[in-house]
């Protein structure tokens, strides 16, 4: 048997009876106030060591009783896309902290245009945060805004995807490398061996896909096919993100030329755009790998039109980017700077217990 | 762009102004004082309901200052095991709960001796507790404790393995049937089409497997196979839970009567007695499905003698099980049921983005 209390704590009676001290200067030596022997403090400061005392700066932090205003920089989207749930989680962190004065202050950019995320962050800079959570653009526009409020001592936090350079208070996100290798391991898994030929879809806007995420994940992905399957061709499907009117041939097309295909994976958020193809035609034939829980994909899964989908945590990462800036800015607390999200594989059987929102 | 305020919480003197009339009324609605006209009381319950008012039970619990005892029955356990996390996650909530006077007791009882979770339960009941995390034992001896804490009103908690006809107050694990289903379809992904014959191991003592979990697991497993490959064979290995000297002439013996048998599949957390001993014999044509992060499941992982891991974050079910009958008997805040948690499948690639212990 054996017993916790929630008492275990340690009081400020328990570091003065070890001390052999009052009281009072145990609290003035936490407080930093004078009228303590050099003696005294010795004293003080060696049980603390000792116990690894963390002072209580949610009670200091409170009594501060100052107002925060805390920006986010995030990609324009759809309603119930990827970036909803980010944005839930987000809000979700300020809302759990109401003894505090804090604001969320959030703004768009396009993905596709540097000089949108420049204006996005200009008009989070009038608002003078005291700390921005950031979706990275492409490295110079990021690099740029970041280097600004690194020059003012604004701390910010990366979500999503990750440039280690620009050196950010902390980061939530996959692992994307890993993320597009993992994928690789399973998609081929179920391809077999024998797979010849297997399909990359991208969606591309002005000659690129969105993020760097999706980048990173085809470099990992591709690492594991030339290590492991060199003789499989890895043939790419590039669909044009403006619209979905021209998908339908696009895909017929691609899929005329390329009969023996029946292996097809993707990096961005819409796997659905194949999968629905699938359905809508009756091919039944076909096996397809995607990324995220939006709500197409998930119905995807559910007509067995896509087989695996890896998630990502969008709400905690949403949740955790706040976080970081509260503990850091607000209660001193020391924030650890890398933090990847669990690689999450969902099928049709195990999707429901992953709870993308989360409480 | 939207901003969102921690003080998007509503106040009393929101209610007071939006019913018309004074804080002190409220205050006095809201704490079932006397004193109110039944109008000014009718008034601010419908601003209540409309709002959907959730009073602060922190603060009003906070001032009740009375002390509680949590008691938890758990399988007796080697250190580092599966349980072992489940007792830290346990213990942090209590932990965590400082502002109250929280106390956490935990007996232990041998899983395959009836007699013996009994005797925990009365070590148990002679405590007195406020409220009890069971994990059950088999079906009479689990329901004549819970009968007896259900006569005195004591709330209970199930962790694990439901038992959903003794209605506890909450359950937290997996869905094992769904777990086990899962399992198989992910397991003959990688066997294939032509696998014929396939190795279930078991863990038996005194005739039986260790828990509700593992059996449920091989139903889910065995339904799989029936409706998808029912012309493969399941041939079992049982080993015994007593000691592993005999393991490595009973395994060596099942191989040599089945050589076409390469792909072993087992429920209990122990898939390394096969990893370890296909390490030590240099066989690499095998391949291993098992359960659950314990670290010499996770070196066989690492080694590559296991391909699969399904984990059931066992640190979450030790913190939300206590949290659960905290929130119920301390908050008197209403308690989800049925807590599944997520099917997470875990590889080499994988398992390290998976936070068994988490803060």
């Known amino acids: 048997m054996w017993e916790v209390h929630s008492s275990d704590k340690i009081r400020i009676k328990d570091i003065a009876e070890r001390s052999g001290v009052s009281v009072g200067t145990v609290d003035r030596v936490l407080h930093n106030r004078p009228n303590v022997s050099g003696k005294a403090r010795a004293k003080v400061e060696a049980v ?28 324009d989207h759809d309603r119930n896309a990827y970036w909803t749930n980010v944005e839930k989680g987000l809000q979700q962190c300020i809302l759990n902290r109401g003894d505090f004065h804090l604001s969320l202050i959030t703004e768009y950019y396009d993905q596709f245009e540097g000089s949108s995320f420049a204006v996005a962050a200009e008009r989070i800079w009038d608002k003078k945060p005291d700390g921005v959570v950031i979706v990275p653009q492409n490295f110079d526009v990021t690099q740029a805004f970041c280097r600004r409020l690194q020059e003012q001592d604004i701390p910010f936090v990366f979500l999503d995807s990750n440039v280690p350079e620009i050196e950010p208070l902390a980061f939530f996100g996959q692992d994307s490398l890993k993320s597009g290798y993992f994928a690789g391991r399973i998609f081929m ?130 949740y955790n980017s706040v976080k970081a800036l509260f503990n850091h800015i607000v209660l001193k607390k020391a924030v650890q700077q890398c933090n990847y999200m669990p690689l999450e594989l969902l099928t049709a059987e195990n999707y429901i217990y992953y709870t993308a929102d989360e409480k």
Chains 1, 2 share one sequence.
């Open 189 to 318: 898994m179920q391809a077999g061996e024998h797979a010849r030929r297997i399909l990359l879809m991208k969606l591309m806007s002005k000659g690129r896909v969105a993020s760097r995420q999706q980048e990173y994940r085809e470099v990992g992905f591709r690492e594991y096919m030339t290590t492991y399957y060199p003789d499989c061709e890895v043939v790419e499907l590039s669909l044009q993100l403006d619209g979905e009117d021209g998908y339908e041939s696009r895909i017929r097309a691609f899929l005329d030329e390329h009969p023996d295909v029946r292996h097809c994976i993707t990096f961005c958020s819409r796997a659905y755009i194949l999968g629905e193809y699938f359905q809508r035609n009756g091919l039944k034939d076909f096996h397809l790998f995607g990324y995220d829980m939006v709500e197409r994909n998930v119905e995807c899964l559910k007509q067995g039109t896509i087989d695996f989908l890896i998630a990502q945590h969008p709400w905690k990462q949403g």
């Open 48 to 75: 603390l060591k000792e116990i690894n005392y963390q002072p209580n700066m949610y009670a200091s932090a409170l009594a501060y009783n100052r107002k925060y205003t805390f920006c986010c920089l995030l990609p």
